[in-house]
């Protein structure tokens, strides 16, 4: 399907993502999440002839705009509509055995947002929709119409820290017995009007965190970054660097968690009073903190305001 916006997705956190794979010219390294190929581009360039890129993305429009964007660097580069979730099988296809570097840059892109009729924002009337790869069978109208009242008010409050969740539940619920839930100004006007006057004062939209819900939802967004970190881990070179992007706390918990599992290896229980699993650390976190958009990326990219960056290596 081809759409009048333009893919535009700034680069969030470029340099430091650039910095924290400290590439080398001649190694293997996956883009997960190619989006218009700003961050892909600057691997690519990067690397000589005997170096590979290969830039993943499971949204079409994005598969299109990186093709055009990395034509310049077909050579080197492999541009592959899948989940980054597929690691370990996208590289066996490839015959790809080891890599040296892995990103992803999670959560939504600018073009989806601003991409009316995919069905991202409250800000424009557009059908329900939230896929990030088209072809997918869960669409937001979908949970928005089928899901029961609880399962709703699950999303809401885990994905959307949403502490109005079993009013809007119960307010689509209602509202869609008397006719399908279809668009996204209709969701918005019923997440405002179940959300009490004085708590939508100021600050965001009120229907903010019920959209992004849904979206984590129909995308799986969450179930998707411990298994590629873990994948990742497996297939890296050492000395390797995985850094990944994420923009919500429960994808960041999700991110420092797996980082610290795969840092300390030994799985047993803290009474043994010696090791029996044999696990072995895999990884050393390069950055304790996450590494923030500095005030000038922040001056040109508001959107980057949540955007956090870990980094780790491969022992």
Known sequence: MEHTTAFSHYSVLLNECIEGLRIRPDG????G?????????EIAKRLTKGGRLIAIDQDGDAIEAASKRLSLYADRV????NNFSNLASICRELGVERIDGFLIDAGVSSFQLDCAERGFAYSADAELDMRMDTRASLSAMQVVNEYSEQELKKILYEYGEERFSPRIAAAIVRERQEAPIRTTARLADIVKGAIPAGAREGGHHPAKRTFQAIR???NRELDVIEPAIRAAASLMNTGGRIAVISFHSLE??????TYASLAKGCTCPREFPVCV?????????????PILPSEKELEENPRSRSAKLRV???L
């Open 216 to 218: 984590i939802e129909v």
């Open 28 to 31: 293997i390294y996956v883009d």
């Open 312 to 314: 780790a290596e491969k």
């Open 33 to 41: 999440t190619a989006g218009g190929g700003g961050h892909s581009l």
């Open 277 to 289: 699993c044999g696990n072995k650390p895999t990884l050393k976190q390069v950055n304790r903190k």
């Open 252 to 257: 960041d918990r999700i991110v420092k968690e």
């Open 78 to 81: 492999t541009v592959v509509r």
